[in-house]
T-cell receptor
Framework: AAGVIQSPRHLIKEKRETATLKCYPI?????VYWYQQGPGQDPQFLIS???????DKGSIPDRFSAQQFSDYHSELNMSSLELGDSALYFC??????????????FGPGTRLTVL | GDSVTQMEGPVTLSEEAFLTINCTYT??????LFWYVQYPGEGLQLLLK?????DKGSNKGFEATYRKETTSFHLEKGSVQVSDSAVYFC?????????????FGTGTRLTVIP
C-alpha cells in the first residue's frame, strides 16, 4: 500500500540558511499535518491543512511557513535556520474531514541538521 | 488543555515477559486514543487505536482499552519479543480550532533482551 512520502530524508544546512521540506500524502488523503520531533522528545504539532487551506496551527515559529498545493502535497519552508531547528520533521496524512476518529499516517520523516 | 501522561522509561524486559506501559490523558470532549511505535531510525507507525469509551484496540498481540472512568489507555502485551524493542508513544486526538491534532506522551523506550 502507498505510504506518505517525504523528501529529502536528510538535510544539512548552515545557520541562517533556508530549507524546504516536501510531503506527499497517501492518495485520496486531503489532510496533511506537520510535526517536529527534537532529539529524545515527543513529536510536537506544527501546522495542518485540509483541502489546501490551513486548518490549525500549533507551535510553528514565525520563521516557518507551509502550504498545501492542488495535488495535496505540502511543503514546509523554514527560513533563518537556527541550531535549535535541528530535529526530525514528520508529515502525516489522513482522509476525509479530519475527524477526531481519523488515523494519521506518518511518513518516515526528514532529519534536518543545522550546523 | 489536552495532554497525555505516559509512563517514563526506559523499560527493559526479558523475552516472553509481560508488558504494561501506562498512559493517562486529560481532554475536553471525546478524544480518540492511539498508540504509535517508533523503531530505531524510522518514522511513527500506528500500533492500535480506540475511538470511544470501553473500546479495545489490538494489533500484533498488543492491546489497550479506552477507560473513561480512569482516563487511561494502558498498553499491554502478554509475551514480548526482541523485535518489539522500540519507543512507544501514547497519543490523543481532540478537535481544536479546525482539525484534529495529535498530542503525544513523552514516549517509553522498550528494550527486550533474549
Amino acid at each position: 500500500a502507498a505510504g506518505v512520502i517525504q523528501s529529502p530524508r536528510h538535510l544539512i544546512k548552515e545557520k541562517r540558511e533556508t530549507a524546504t521540506l516536501k510531503c506527499y500524502p497517501i492518495p485520496r488523503h486531503d489532510t496533511v499535518y506537520w510535526y517536529q520531533q527534537g532529539p529524545g522528545q515527543d513529536p510536537q504539532f506544527l501546522i495542518s491543512f485540509y483541502e489546501k487551506m490551513q486548518s490549525d496551527k500549533g507551535s510553528i515559529p514565525d520563521r516557518f511557513s507551509a502550504q498545501q498545493f492542488s495535488d495535496y502535497h505540502s511543503e514546509l519552508n523554514m527560513s533563518s535556520l537556527e541550531l535549535g531547528d535541528s530535529a526530525l520533521y514528520f508529515c502525516a496524512s489522513s482522509p476525509g474531514q479530519a475527524r477526531v476518529t481519523d488515523t494519521q499516517y506518518f511518513g518516515p520523516g526528514t532529519r534536518l541538521t543545522v550546523l | 488543555g489536552d495532554s497525555v501522561t505516559q509512563m517514563e522509561g526506559p523499560v527493559t524486559l526479558s523475552e516472553e515477559a509481560f508488558l504494561t506501559i501506562n498512559c493517562t490523558y486529560t481532554a475536553t470532549g471525546y478524544p480518540s486514543l492511539f498508540w504509535y511505535v517508533q523503531y530505531p531510525g524510522e518514522g511513527l507507525q500506528l500500533l492500535l487505536k480506540a475511538t470511544k469509551a470501553d473500546d479495545k484496540g489490538s494489533n500484533k498481540g498488543f492491546e489497550a482499552t479506552y477507560r473513561k472512568e480512569t482516563t487511561s489507555f494502558h498498553l499491554e502485551k502478554g509475551s514480548v519479543q526482541v523485535s518489539d524493542s522500540a519507543v512507544y508513544f501514547c497519543a490523543l486526538s481532540a478537535r481544536q480550532t479546525g482539525a484534529n491534532n495529535l498530542f503525544f506522551g513523552t514516549g517509553t523506550r522498550l528494550t527486550v533482551i533474549p
